[in-house]
Nanobody, 124 residues
Framework: QLQLVESGGGLVQPGGSLRLSCAAS????????IGWFRQAPGKEREGVSC????????NYADSVKGRFTISRDNAKNTVYLQMNSLKPEDTAVYYC?????????????????WGKGTLVTVSS
């Protein structure tokens, strides 16, 4: 049974850091790209970042470039999102999602399966 479980969310002060994890099971992670998305209160879900199956290609939303870093460890069946210099506007539920293929092109529209999300709150 395919499963994605996010963890690592919580409350952090502005300027702080968090690392989110996405643990995958029920499929062979190394064959698929993985995306991170977020949904803030009252807003639509948006793409944050994506990493190709090998890790050789990454995409970032302009709003997080230079602050967030996506990575993966296929041996551990886990994808990470390191978030630094967090801002109040980063507050959202963060989801990881398996893509339909190994690449990240048009990753916002090529989601095959969603995790249930983890809440990140940036506030003083």
């Amino acid at each position: 049974q395919l499963q994605l479980v996010e963890s690592g969310g919580g409350l952090v002060q502005p300027g702080g850091s968090l690392r989110l994890s996405c643990a995958a099971s029920g499929f062979t992670l190394r064959y698929y790209a993985i995306g991170w998305f977020r949904q803030a209160p009252g807003k639509e879900r948006e793409g944050v970042s994506c990493i190709s199956s090998s890790g050789g290609s990454t995409n970032y939303a302009d709003s997080v470039k230079g602050r967030f870093t996506i990575s993966r460890d296929n041996a551990k069946n886990t994808v990470y999102l390191q978030m630094n210099s967090l801002k109040p506007e980063d507050t959202a539920v963060y989801y990881c999602a398996r893509q339909r293929d190994y690449y990240c092109s048009d990753y916002v529209r090529n989601v095959y399966y969603w995790g249930k999300g983890t809440l990140v709150t940036v506030s003083s």
